[in-house]
């Protein structure tokens, strides 16, 4: 079934709301819920992809979908800033406990 034009802007204003939801748990360290949230929007975006239509939107829909997708994009990157140093720290902790592995293996430890 395709959605009409404000049911597409409906979901990506879902999205909105999901996407600064993941802010604010990425601000906490609330990482569980943080991937949660993801799955949620991921949810959404399939919603999209299933039923958006081909024809463009118009006029006013147009526009809250543009803004919609700009405060995404906004989220999404402060969500990364938060969550870079974090990833390279857990790569640097898995990277730590490989080597430690590999040196209690070859000396039988």
Do not use: F
């Not at 997708?69 to 402060?78: E, H, K, N, V």
């Amino acid at each position: 079934m395709t959605m009409n034009g404000q049911e597409v802007v409906t979901v990506y204003e879902a999205m909105v709301g999901i996407t600064e939801r993941m802010l604010d748990a990425a601000t906490a360290s609330e990482w569980d819920r943080l991937a949660e949230l993801e799955q949620e929007c991921a949810a959404h975006a399939r919603r999209l992809k299933a039923n958006e239509g081909v024809a463009p939107l118009a006029g006013q829909e147009r526009v809250r979908k543009v803004n919609a997708i700009r405060r995404m994009l906004d989220a999404d990157r402060r969500i990364r800033d938060l969550t870079s140093p974090w990833m390279a720290h857990l790569s640097s902790l898995i990277n730590s406990k490989s080597t430690e592995r590999r040196v209690a293996r070859a000396y039988g430890i």
